[in-house]
């Protein structure tokens, strides 16, 4: 009996031990995905997936939105609502106040994932001005949220404006035609009480809208995106913020 009961004693710590060491290889797991992981730089052109369960995103890993996908051909990237792709892109183009200078966030040098939302990390632009982008799709909510961090690693004051560009494209998933859903043409108009964009489809009760914390301080309903080989027609859009 003291041998089975040396055994048996032997046994229950050797198991508390195999669990103490599995809970703690986890808990290093989680709180490794939790903290991020980086492409270091790689892998640029792969796409990516930013999930929600209302929305996702889908866009490529330097930041863009070119064409992807194939069950609508080239028409995968983008902000998505199912059974709705609700925009195709959007940017971000940063300049001096003065207008001597420019520069579009289109070519992110590095991106970081998350199990709740994916950050962008740009190269400096306008000699010192250092900027990143995080963004996430809200549970439970029919949209995304953006953030831009700007920051000025000179010694000097500055004074810059940032134009946020959204290319909107209301339009149904694969097999659409086949259950008499037709796409058309989309129309915006700005809210100006609001302070807000709204694009809606001429045809159907489909409608998507963006704005900023900032109060705008003027806006543009011809601007074209950077970047994007799409050939919808649909007009391009951006309020401008500073």
């Known amino acids: 009996m003291k041998t089975a009961g040396k055994a048996f004693t032997a046994l229950f710590v ?24 980086s492409n270091k730089g790689q892998n640029k052109n792969k796409p990516y997936l ?36 609700l925009i195709d892109g959007f940017w971000v183009k940063l300049s001096n106040a003065d207008k001597r200078s420019e520069a579009w966030l289109k070519d992110a040098d590095e991106f970081v994932n998350y199990p709740y939302g994916n950050r962008f990390i740009y190269a400096p ?18 949209g995304m949220v953006i953030q831009y961090q700007i920051k000025n690693t000179t010694s000097r004051l500055r004074k810059l404006q940032l134009q ?38 001429t045809r159907n009760p489909w409608f998507t809208i963006w704005g900023s914390s900032l109060s705008p301080i003027g806006h ?15 007009t391009r859009f951006w309020p401008s913020y500073l």
């Open 14 to 37: 050797f198991l508390m031990h195999v669990q103490d060491s599995l809970a703690q290889k986890s808990n290093d797991y989680v709180n490794q995905i939790m903290a991020g992981i």
């Open 50 to 85: 930013t999930a929600g369960d209302r929305t996702y995103i889908v866009g490529t890993q330097d930041g863009n939105f070119p064409d992807l996908g194939a069950h609508v051909k080239g028409e995968m990237g983008g902000l998505w609502m199912q059974p709705l792709k």
């Open 164 to 201: 946020f560009l959204v290319k909107p494209d209301l339009s149904p998933v694969w097999f659409s035609k086949e259950n008499n859903i037709v796409d058309a043409t989309d129309t915006v108009r700005w809210m100006k009480d609001k302070k807000l964009f709204v694009a809606n489809d």
């Open 220 to 234: 543009n309903v011809q601007a074209n995106p950077p970047l994007t080989s799409s050939k919808s027609s649909r």
């Open 125 to 142: 632009v306008l000699a010192g001005i250092e900027a990143e982008r995080f963004q996430f799709c809200p549970q439970g909510k029919e």
